[in-house]
């Protein structure tokens, strides 16, 4: 290739890259318009959603859905997918109950493994993805099955109580900073900045649109696919454990039967901030404004006393749409 030519390939890769990092932020655009659109909507319907008490119950249910989102944003940009975040959330709170009401670890202390057991559930995801080669459809779908049956299982069918640990509910409705601020917000704000250090600036971050774009080329440029995959998953697990400490810290118990659902929540808000489910292309900011649009949905649709059929009827639309956006970038490029 003469210089001239090469200048050429190089200048068009830099104006391909370009025109990409625009259309990535004109989706975080398109999503934060539908948020704003969707919220000034259910302010004018209804007298009662833009009260400070309502905008507070918006952001506590944006944690866990958000929480969860967050991790499932790194397995999705790689071209998988995770469906046992909602019971494995489930399972993770179960076990922040019992590591600190029954064994008597302390509180923070009980934080930490509760999180680092979220982590396990994610690293056995990664191992039945990257070296059994089952597909993370599958893998996950069966890691879902037994987080569900481990949390009913430990727990007894019945739910653990934090009557005697109030430290531990204050980890989500406490005021840290002593403002009217529930601690819960403030928690996802820092898991949100830490996933876009991350994904924007580490070479997990790198590895991760590397893999969903072409794995077998990232394979065969000498990287190892496999490790990479396995922390992915583990990562998603940790944040899973996270939603699990968040959830049962804000409902005062660990309730084994609440994850149910939470799984389909979180990856509707992944797609819905423009993450690709083909892979390589993704955004936290994009996914977090995703959780928004979901628990703004959730909650305007509740309050106009919508039954809650349509509001799945509703939310499924809005997914159905926020796919077929994405299928038409994908044929633009």
């Known amino acids: 290739m003469s210089t001239t030519a090469a200048d050429d390939a190089t200048l068009t890769s830099r104006t391909d890259g370009r025109g990409a990092a625009w259309r990535d932020r004109l989706q975080e655009l398109l999503a934060f318009a539908s948020l704003i659109v969707i ?43 995770d469906l046992s975040i909602g019971t494995g959330m489930a399972l993770c709170a179960v076990m922040s109950g019992v590591f600190i009401t029954e064994w008597g670890v302390p509180v923070a202390l009980g934080v930490v493994m509760a999180i680092l057991f979220g982590g396990l559930i994610g690293l056995v995801n990664g191992f039945n993805v990257a070296f059994l080669r089952i597909p993370p459809f599958i ?12 949390a009913l299982v430990i727990s007894g069918s019945a739910p653990i109580y934090f009557t005697e640990q109030p430290e531990y509910v204050k980890i989500s409705t406490g005021n840290l900073l002593g403002f009217d601020f529930p601690n819960a917000v403030l928690v996802l704000l820092a898991a949100t900045v830490v996933c876009v250090v991350l994904l924007n600036k580490t070479v997990l971050g790198r590895y991760t649109f590397s893999i969903g774009s072409n794995e077998e080329a990232t394979a065969l440029s000498g990287i190892n696919v496999r490790k990479w995959k396995i922390i992915i998953y ?17 409902l005062g118990s660990a309730q084994p039967a609440t994850g149910m659902g939470y799984e389909l929540q979180a990856i509707a808000a992944v797609v819905i901030g423009g993450t690709s489910l083909a892979g390589g292309k993704g955004s936290i900011i994009g996914t977090l404004i995703g959780a928004l649009i979901i628990s703004v949905l959730n909650n305007g649709l509740q309050i106009m006393s919508i039954a809650q059929e349509w509001q799945n009827v509703i939310l499924g639309l809005v997914i159905l749409v926020a796919v077929y956006a994405d299928q038409l970038r994908k044929k633009e490029r």
């Open 39 to 81: 919220f000034v909507f259910f302010s004018i319907a209804s007298s009662s959603f833009f009260t400070y008490n309502n905008v507070t119950n918006i952001l506590f249910s944006t944690v866990v859905i958000g929480t969860l989102a967050l991790g499932t944003t790194f397995v999705i940009i790689t071209g998988g997918i």
């Open 234 to 250: 583990a990562l998603a697990g940790l944040f899973t454990g996270l939603a699990g400490i968040m959830i049962s810290a804000r």
């Open 139 to 150: 893998a996950t779908l069966a890691m879902m099955l037994v987080a569900q049956g481990l």
